[in-house]
C-alpha cells in the first residue's frame, strides 16, 4: 500500500533552516511527484512546491522562492523539503503529498515545524 | 493568483442530513477541481479529484458536480464520521490555490 512517512517535529530558532523529508513506499517512486503544502495553525491550506522525482525538475510558490528547496533521492525513494530563513510565521504543519502532476491522492502524516526563540 | 471562495465557513448538521458545500472559483479552472475532508490533528484526505470523480475507497455518499465556476461538494447521509473540515482545490495552474475550509459539526 502506498505510504508517505514523514520526519519527526522540529523546533528552530528565528534564522535558521529546517529540512523535512518525506519517505515513499508502496509504489514507484519516479512514476508520481510530490508536493508540499504547510498548515499553520488554525489555518487553512497552503501550496508551496512540486518536485518530478524523476528529472528533479521543481517548481515553487512565489511566496517561497529563494527559501525553499526540494530535493530527492531516488535510491531511498525520500523527498526533502529545505526552508531557510526561518521567521515565527513559519510554524506550520508541513505535509508532502504524491500526486499525478497536479491531482493529489495521498498524504504524509505531517510534520510540526516550530520556530521560536 | 485564482482565488477559492469557499461556503459556508462553518456549518452544524444533524446524523443523516444532506450537506452542500460550495467553493468558487475567481476565473475559469475547467474541472480541475479536488476536495478534501481533514479530520483534527490529521492529515487531509482526498475524498475528490476533476470536480465529480471519487477517488478510490472513497464512499458514495460523496459527490461532487460543477456548474461554470461554481463547484459543489455534496454528502447524502451525514454520519458520525464525517464531521470535519473540508477544503476545496484548483489545480488548473499554479500556483495550487485552497478554499478557505467548512466546517461541518454535530448540531
Known amino acids: 500500500q502506498v505510504q508517505l512517512v514523514q520526519s519527526g517535529a522540529e523546533v528552530k530558532k528565528p534564522g535558521a533552516s529546517v529540512k523535512v523529508s518525506c519517505k515513499a513506499s508502496?509504489?514507484?517512486?519516479?512514476?508520481?511527484?510530490m508536493h508540499w503544502v504547510r498548515q499553520a495553525p488554525g489555518q487553512g491550506l497552503e501550496w508551496m512546491g512540486i518536485?518530478?522525482?524523476?528529472?528533479?525538475?521543481?517548481s515553487y510558490a512565489q511566496k517561497f522562492q529563494g527559501r525553499v528547496t526540494v530535493t530527492r533521492d531516488t535510491s531511498t525513494s525520500t523527498v526533502y523539503m529545505d526552508l531557510s530563513s526561518l521567521r515565527s510565521e513559519d510554524t506550520a504543519v508541513y505535509y508532502c503529498?504524491?500526486?499525478?502532476?497536479?491531482?493529489?491522492?495521498?498524504w504524509g502524516q505531517g510534520t510540526l515545524v516550530t520556530v521560536s526563540s | 493568483d485564482i482565488q477559492m471562495t469557499q461556503s459556508p465557513s462553518s456549518l452544524s448538521a444533524s446524523v443523516g442530513d444532506r450537506v452542500t458545500i460550495t467553493c468558487r472559483a475567481s476565473?475559469?479552472?475547467?474541472?480541475?477541481l479536488a476536495w478534501f475532508q481533514q479530520k483534527p490533528g490529521k492529515a487531509p484526505k482526498s475524498l475528490i479529484y476533476?470536480?465529480?470523480s471519487l477517488q478510490s475507497g472513497v464512499p458514495s455518499k460523496f459527490s461532487g458536480s460543477v456548474s461554470g465556476t461554481d463547484f459543489t461538494l455534496t454528502i447524502s447521509s451525514l454520519q458520525p464520521e464525517d464531521f470535519a473540515t473540508y477544503y476545496c482545490?484548483?489545480?488548473?495552474?499554479?500556483?495550487?490555490?485552497f478554499g478557505g475550509g467548512t466546517k461541518v459539526e454535530i448540531k
Open positions: 503529498a504524491r500526486a499525478r502532476l497536479r491531482q493529489f491522492d495521498y
Open positions: 508502496g509504489y514507484t517512486f519516479t512514476s508520481y511527484y
Open positions: 518536485i518530478n522525482p524523476s528529472g528533479g525538475s521543481t
Open positions: 476565473q475559469g479552472i475547467s474541472n480541475y
Open positions: 476533476a470536480a465529480s
Open positions: 482545490q484548483q489545480y488548473n495552474s499554479y500556483p495550487l490555490t
